[in-house]
């Protein structure tokens, strides 16, 4: 199979198309800068607090920005986690074993930001398997077992959305980065200034 293959063999990000995100989360240089506190990363990815802290706690998805040292500190999550959240979300709603999903988010972690968005996962609740070509998604489609899939894309546009409504803080100084609310009248004469 040219581009498919099951996620826990597979050398991830070696058969993807490099594709520019379909859109920006406050600047493309900024989504790297960006951290998001538990309550905001749970908000976007649609998942409870007490998943949040399971899986950072498991190791399944920590977060990249500032993990939690200790009682009271707090977590700091990026863009891309918040995107894996998300998809571990989907992934799990639709029965997906634990070890797949596992090893679906290690893939996610190697995989080029960019990459991303053209990436397509491909399930049957068994194994996760990535496809990067309409043709790969026939193949696996042609024999004949019940699959689903997960266009990362779109994910992405929705985590986009859902974290521009959200407060963020710079990893760097800590500063607050207020949400992006288009009807915020007093908001956009600040940034005026």
């Known amino acids: 199979m040219g581009g498919l293959s099951a996620l826990p063999s597979s050398p991830p990000g070696a058969d993807l198309r490099t594709v520019p995100p379909p859109g920006r989360v406050r600047g493309q240089q900024d989504t790297h800068r960006l951290g998001y506190r538990g309550p905001s990363a749970c908000a976007a990815a649609g998942i409870t607090y007490r998943q949040l802290d399971y899986w950072a706690r498991t190791g399944l998805v920590e977060p990249s920005v500032r993990p ?12 891309r986690d918040v995107l894996t959240l998300k998809i571990v979300k989907r992934l799990l709603d639709a029965g997906v074993s634990l070890h797949s999903i596992r090893a679906a988010v290690q893939a996610l972690r190697t995989v080029e930001l960019s990459e991303l968005p053209s990436l397509v996962l491909m399930s049957d609740g ?65 940034r005026m200034r």
């Open 68 to 79: 939690a040292h200790g009682s009271g500190s707090q977590r700091l999550y990026g863009f």
């Open 126 to 190: 068994a194994t996760v398997y990535r496809c990067s070509s309409a043709v790969d998604m026939a193949e696996l489609l042609s024999g004949g077992r019940g699959i689903f899939g997960i266009a990362v894309g779109a994910v992405w546009a929705d985590v986009e959305q859902a974290l521009s409504r959200l407060h963020a803080e710079r990893a760097d100084t800590g500063e607050p980065v207020a949400a992006d609310h288009p009807e915020d009248e007093l908001a956009r004469r600040r």
